[in-house]
């Protein structure tokens, strides 16, 4: 997400807090909720439900922060560290569990769910 736009005004606000309150609720069931940061992931959307993953994976070289790098620049008036707001920076400051490719997502979610996910029946025969 590029975040919450202006001129969607207070419901696309509302709505990421919305989400944030069902995620709360996903977790008190015991269901993990893996976050994929694609690029860009920006503004409120970073604020709350992105950041909110039992599991937090990032694109490689994806953009990740409130506010752009241009816009923190002009605030803060100092450059930026090289590689400010990439997924690499943002998993070195602990923030995200792992970066992965795209081509390979599906494996590694399939692993994390087969990780968090308690033993069934079913799972237990699919298995065998």
Do not use: C, W
């Not at 090289?82 to 599906?106: A, C, P, Y």
Request: hydrophobic fraction near 45%.
């Amino acid at each position: 997400s590029g975040g919450a736009r202006m001129q969607e005004a207070l419901f696309s606000l509302m709505q990421m807090a919305k989400t944030s309150a069902k995620l709360a609720l996903l977790g008190k069931k015991g269901l993990p909720y893996i976050s994929m940061l694609t690029d860009p992931t920006t503004g409120g959307v970073t604020a709350s439900f992105a950041m909110l993953g039992d599991i937090n994976i990032a694109e490689p070289g994806a953009l990740i922060g409130f506010a752009g790098p241009r816009v923190v620049k002009e605030t803060i008036g100092k450059d930026l560290p090289e590689g400010f707001q990439t997924s690499e920076f943002v998993l070195e400051h602990g923030f995200l569990d792992f970066i992965v490719k795209r081509k390979n997502l599906k494996d590694k979610i399939s692993q994390f769910l087969d990780m968090t996910m308690p033993v069934t029946e079913t799972k237990t025969a699919v298995a065998k």
